[in-house]
């Protein structure tokens, strides 16, 4: 091996590393800050936690020192203790100018960088979604020492991972809110339509439906028609079935149409932000049927309160695979779960992707093959209901 042993092992020997959280919470960050931090002290190292996403490099006080007491107790919290930001990106990052009095994006990812050098940092583990890890793989691009991402999103379409902490407890509460909404729902012969998150993937959507029991689903990978939704619910209605559930992913279109958006990105935040399309499909239903229809939007719900044990157990094995990857010398990649083996990727097998609900297998279906509508059906084809 030559003198001195491996010099993977000798670089990992002691490390001063960085924690931070990007994008969306999601139930189970702080399991993941407080396997990440316990392991790493534990090899000797020291840690720090940088505050919303990456803006505690450029702000007095950003920083916060990781030690056994700063993550005591914090496990089964939501939330996350270093706060998060959905308008960090350090190369769009909100800059006063001075000549115009107004804050406006400008690149500081080469002052990001030095920063984070001149701290004396060897490594930033970096847990965010597809748009932080993208961002985390520039800034290794850019000089920054190694980068290990750990995913998370409560969406579950991080490419490269079978499954990501949060889903499942946002899964477990949709689930909820069909149950409860059942029987209201049944008792006045409504049609409910309730709207869950997926922007560009329908996970929550076709799982919680499921799951709950509706009986159509519209999720993003499948354009619906109107009329097919309308002819299930009328179908139910001749069947003495008077009442029906209906789960939309928040980024789900109809055929040849767009997604319904509340409002337009700016320029921070480059995305829109959806919603209304309960709303607007509730609305519709009702022209077409006839029948009373209501519409609820889960939210932010989906997001809040502590993690399931499920989501507990992945964030603690991701946090503590990450540090085992830096002590094993690695110096870039992302934590993922393959086949219920957490494993080393490369970041660009996530970033800037998207993983979408397979249409043709798997859970589609099984929703197919017991009735439900994915508004791509014509009337008569449906097995139940």
Request: charged content about 25%; aromatic content about 4%.
């Amino acid at each position: 091996m030559g003198r001195g042993g491996d010099p993977r092992r000798r670089m990992a020997s002691k490390l001063k590393i960085a924690i931070n959280t990007g994008g969306g919470d999601a139930p189970g960050l702080n399991a993941v800050i407080r396997a990440a931090t316990l392991s790493a002290i534990g090899l000797g190292w020291e840690v720090w936690g940088i505050k919303s996403g990456y803006r505690g490099l450029f702000e007095p006080e950003g920083m916060i020192r990781l030690d056994r007491d700063a993550v005591r107790g914090i496990g089964h919290l939501g939330g996350t203790i270093l706060g998060t930001a959905n308008r960090g990106d350090p190369f769009h990052y909100p800059t006063l100018n001075p000549a115009t009095g107004k804050l406006e994006p400008a690149d500081r990812s080469v002052e990001l960088v030095d920063r984070f050098k001149a701290a004396g940092f060897d490594a930033l583990v970096a847990i965010g979604g597809d748009g932080s890890l993208t961002i985390a793989k520039r800034l290794l691009d850019m000089g920054l020492p190694r980068v290990i991402g750990v995913p998370k999103t409560i969406d579950n379409d991080v490419a490269g991972t079978d499954v990501t902490f949060g889903f499942d407890t946002a899964v477990t509460i949709a689930t909820e809110a069909l149950d409860r909404l059942h029987t209201t729902t049944e008792a006045h012969e409504r049609v409910m339509v309730v709207e869950v998150m997926g922007r560009h993937a329908g996970w929550i959507g076709i799982t919680a439906g499921l799951a709950g029991g509706a009986d159509a689903i519209l999720i993003p990978e499948i354009p619906y028609s109107i009329d097919v939704v309308a002819s299930k619910v009328l179908q139910r209605e001749r069947r003495g079935r008077k009442f029906s559930i209906i789960v939309t992913a928040e980024g789900a279109k109809p055929l040849g149409g767009e997604m319904a958006i509340k409002s337009a990105g700016d320029e921070f935040r480059r995305v829109e932000v959806l919603g209304g399309i309960a709303e607007r499909v509730a609305k519709q239903i009702g022209q077409l049927t006839g029948k009373e229809t209501r519409s609820m939007v889960l939210g932010h719900l989906q997001r809040g309160g502590g993690p399931s044990s499920a989501d507990r157990v992945l964030a603690l094995r991701f946090g503590t695979s990450a540090i085992a990857r830096l002590a094993d010398g690695a110096v870039s990649g992302m934590v993922g779960l393959r086949d219920n083996d957490v494993v080393l990727l490369p970041l660009d097998e996530a970033a800037g992707k998207t993983r979408l609900v397979p249409t043709d297998k798997g859970i589609v279906m099984t929703a197919r093959r017991i009735g439900i509508c994915l508004g791509d059906e014509e009337e008569g084809s449906f097995a139940g209901g």
